[in-house]
C-alpha cells in the first residue's frame, strides 16, 4: 500500500516577542485542504513556528509522505542540519551547554514525526508563496483575535 503524499506549511506569528502569538497550518493531500489555526496570550515566535508544524502532523490519521514547508530556519535547520540529534545526545543542551530552548515542543514534534517519512522545505516568508502567504494570514489573525489560549509550556526568561 502507497503512503499518503501530503504536504504541510506552517508558519507562526508574535505580536510582541513574547507577546499574544499564533500559529497557522495549511494541509494539502490530493484535492482536499484543511486549514488550522489557534492563538495564545502569552507566548513567543519560535514557540509559534513549531506548533504550526505539530498540529499539522498531529493531525493526520495514518503515517504519510510529507513534505513540511516552514520559513523558519529555527524549525527546518533543525532537522535538515541534524541540530535536534545533537540537542538530544547532549541531553537536551546547545553546543554552549544551554538548555535547549522549548524543549517541550521539539519532543511533541519528535513524537507527531514518528510514523511519517518527512522531507523538510524552507521557504522564504513573505516572497508570495501562496500557501506560505496564507498560513502567515491564520497566524497573524489567530494572534489577534479574541478567546486567546494559555500557552502551558512559555515560561518567562
Excluded at 4 to 21: E, F, H, K, M, Q
Excluded at 129 to 154: H, I, K, T, W, Y
Aim: charged content about 20%; proline content about 4%.
Amino acid at each position: 500500500m502507497t503512503a499518503t503524499v501530503v504536504t504541510i506549511y506552517s508558519d507562526g506569528a508574535c505580536l510582541g516577542n513574547p507577546g499574544p502569538g499564533g500559529y497557522g497550518t495549511v494541509l494539502l493531500a490530493g484535492g482536499h485542504r484543511k486549514e488550522l489555526s489557534a492563538g495564545y496570550r502569552r507566548t513567543t515566535n519560535n514557540r509559534m513556528e513549531l506548533l504550526g508544524a505539530i498540529v499539522g502532523f498531529e493531525s493526520l490519521k495514518r503515517p504519510c509522505a510529507v513534505t513540511a514547508w516552514s520559513d523558519s530556519q529555527y524549525v527546518v535547520h533543525a532537522f535538515t542540519k541534524n541540530w535536534i540529534d545533537g540537542w538530544q545526545k547532549r541531553g537536551w543542551k546547545t553546543a554552549n551547554k544551554q538548555p535547549v530552548k522549548n524543549q517541550d515542543l521539539w519532543v511533541r514534534l519528535l513524537r507527531a514525526l514518528e510514523p511519517h517519512d518527512v522531507t523538510w522545505k524552507w521557504v522564504r516568508g513573505h516572497t508570495g508563496d501562496p500557501e506560505n502567504e496564507r498560513c502567515d494570514q491564520l497566524a497573524v489573525a489567530a494572534a489577534s483575535g479574541g478567546d486567546l489560549l494559555d500557552d502551558s509550556g512559555f515560561v518567562e526568561s
